[in-house]
Every structure is written in C-alpha cells, then in structure tokens.
C-alpha cells in the first residue's frame, strides 16, 4: 500500500510542477533511463513548445541524433559540434591556435574583473550587456574616411 501511494503523490507532484497529463507522467514515471528521465524533466521545464511526453521524447532522440553531439575526443570530452578550426579540433589545447574557440567552452571564472568584457581596449562587453560591440576600429575608420576625402 505504501508503494501505490508514494507513485501516486509522485505523479501528482509531476503533473502539478511540469503541467501535464496524467498519462505523460506516467510514461515518465516508467521511462527505463533514469539519466533520460531527468533529461526529458528537464526539457518539459525550459522549453515552452515541448509539452508532452511524447515531445519530449522526440526531442531528446533528436538530439542523440545529431552528429554535432558525437564525442570527438574522449580525452577532453569535445563534440563534433565544439571543433576547433584553427587546430586538430579538439579541446587538447595544442598551442597552436589563437584559443578562442577553447575559451568559449571553459568553465567561466565569475570573481575575474575582466569577466565578459570582450575587448580590452574599449571595455567592451565589460556593462553586462553581452551584445556590445567593440568601437576600437571605428577611429580607424573614421580617420581613414577623413583621409580620403580631399580638403
């Protein structure tokens, strides 16, 4: 009796918090992957066109689906997605590219100063507004338009 009751205060838990079916929170109550079953939660929670069982499902064969989501590297764990194209594409850091492609996969460093800013010259990026862009070359180009015409 008690086991009947807890899937019971389970299911009614599921579908208050996701705000679906009672059949859906069946099927995900007896999804076989536990793994896939927090990530079908997951999906139901964030994205707002995905809103059964079903979808849920579909989009996380999708996903498993993508060749950009293939593990390239089982060193550095880097998809096919994340390749680098300045070097032999993985996050190996090999020394002989520029980085970036790497940083923007790295664990962000939260209590650096110089957190998002994208351009140290102009501080851009620095305001918190990830959109920003770097004014650094519009003098160049102001100074070169200047230039050109003839006084």
Known sequence: MPKNHARK???????????????????????????????????????????????????????????????????????????????????CYSGQCSGWRHHEYEEPDYDDPDYGVYCRECGAGGSGNPYEECTCFEDDIEDQEQEAVPA
């Not at 996701?18 to 997951?42: M, N, R, S, V, Y």
């Not at 999906?43 to 849920?56: F, Q």
């Not at 989009?59 to 032999?88: A, S």
């Open 9 to 91: 205060k389970a299911l009614a838990d599921l579908k208050d918090e996701l705000g679906i079916k009672h059949a859906c929170a069946i099927a995900l109550l007896d999804h076989g992957d536990p793994d896939e079953t927090q990530q079908l939660i997951e999906y139901l929670e964030t994205y707002v066109d995905i809103n059964t069982y079903k979808e849920a499902v579909d989009y996380l064969r999708q996903e498993q689906n993508d060749p950009r989501n293939k593990v390239m590297c089982q060193t550095c764990g880097w998809t096919y997605g994340m390749v680098c194209p300045e070097c032999p594409g993985c996050g």
